[in-house]
């Protein structure tokens, strides 16, 4: 049964591999997402988050983050559930997924700096709001 939900998550990105950000709340910090969600918005006018269990709290965030900013509006939720083998247990278990497709608003143009640009500037200027000691370096 893992093997068909793999081949089916394996389908999926394939179509939607461009503009899809799969979330991890272990592995990257929160504003790697919203930095990375926004480029993926400019180069391709939408994304994509998806997450699984414990990170469905993650994505919910992100997306808020870039609402609330006037940088996204919401075009899609799905949610559902997906089995998964328990690698200590050995058994079959449901894991709930989220899927938010977040579209460019009007105004992201005249928010966002271009990519081309300087994208690391801009991902260096979001990321300047959490954490003052990279602002110095910027600055410096």
């Not at 105004?107 to 990279?134: I, Q, Y």
């Amino acid at each position: 049964m893992a093997m068909e939900t793999v081949a089916v998550a394996g389908t999926n990105p394939e179509i939607q591999k461009k503009n899809r950000i799969q979330v991890s709340n272990t592995k990257k910090p929160l504003f790697f997402y919203v930095n990375l969600a926004k480029r993926y918005i400019q180069q391709h006018d939408e994304v994509e988050l998806s997450a699984l269990g414990m990170a469905i709290t993650t994505v919910v965030t992100i997306a808020e983050i870039l609402k609330n900013n006037g940088l996204a509006t919401e075009k899609k939720v799905l949610t559902s559930t997906v089995g998964m083998k328990d690698e200590t247990k050995g058994r079959l278990i449901q894991k709930a997924r989220i899927e938010i497709v977040l579209a460019k608003t009007e105004k992201f143009d005249t928010l966002m700096p271009p990519a081309t640009a300087a994208p690391d500037a801009a991902a260096a200027a979001a990321s300047t709001d959490n954490n003052k000691d990279e602002s110095k370096k910027v600055i410096a």
